[in-house]
Each structure stands twice: as C-alpha cells, then as structure tokens.
C-alpha cells in the first residue's frame, strides 16, 4: 500500500522554526529522491526543495539558506528544516517522490 504521510506542520510566529517530516511507505525505488511542494491559498503549488539518493539537494530561490531538506534512509522519512520562517511561508506543504509522483496529502503551515 503506497503512502506518504507529512506531519510537524503547525502555527509559528514569524522569524520561528518547524521541522516537517514525511513517512514513506512506497517502496525502495520510489523513495530515492523525494521532494517538498507547498501550494499557498489562491496559489499555484510550487517546489521547494528536493533530495536525490546521493544526497544532492536542490531548493527554491524564495528558501534557500532558510530550510534544509534531510534523508533517513533507515527510516524511509524526510525531513524539511524550516527556519527564519516568514508570512509568505504560509501554505500546505506537501511532499512528494520524483521518481514515482506520489503525493502525500499535506500538513498546514502558517507564520504570522
């Protein structure tokens, strides 16, 4: 049974930190190179960072040097490190595997 199960989201003041976490059960080859969206209200969703099996990452210009994107192989999760957060942070982040293109079905973030 394939699933991505995001958590750690929540309300944060702004300048605040949240670490998100995605729990996959998809699978060995799906799991390599996952992905974090998120999708602001009256927005398109958009990428935020990515992890590849050999642990090159990649982020959004608007996140960069703010979050950090993490693998726990042993534990089929990934991580997102958000700090220095900001208003414009606020959305549904959702994670996602590249490989495979399962998505998981979001956890809330808002910074005020």
């Known amino acids: 049974h394939v699933q991505l199960v995001e958590s750690g989201g929540g309300s944060v003041q702004a300048g605040g930190s949240l670490r998100l976490s995605c729990a996959a059960s998809?699978?060995?080859?799906?799991?390599?190179?996952m992905s974090w969206y998120r999708q602001a209200p009256g927005k398109e969703r958009e990428f935020v960072s990515s992890?590849?099996?050999?642990?090159?990452?990649s982020y959004a210009d608007s996140v960069r040097g703010r979050f950090t994107i993490s693998q726990d192989n042993a534990k089929n999760t990934v991580y997102l490190q958000m700090n220095s957060l900001k208003p414009e942070d606020t959305a549904m982040y959702y994670c996602?595997?590249?490989?495979?293109?399962?998505w998981g079905q979001g956890t809330r973030v808002t910074v005020s």
């Open positions: 996602k595997t590249v490989r495979c293109g399962y």
């Open positions: 998809v699978g060995r080859y799906c799991s390599y190179d």
């Open positions: 992890i590849r099996a050999d642990g090159y990452t």
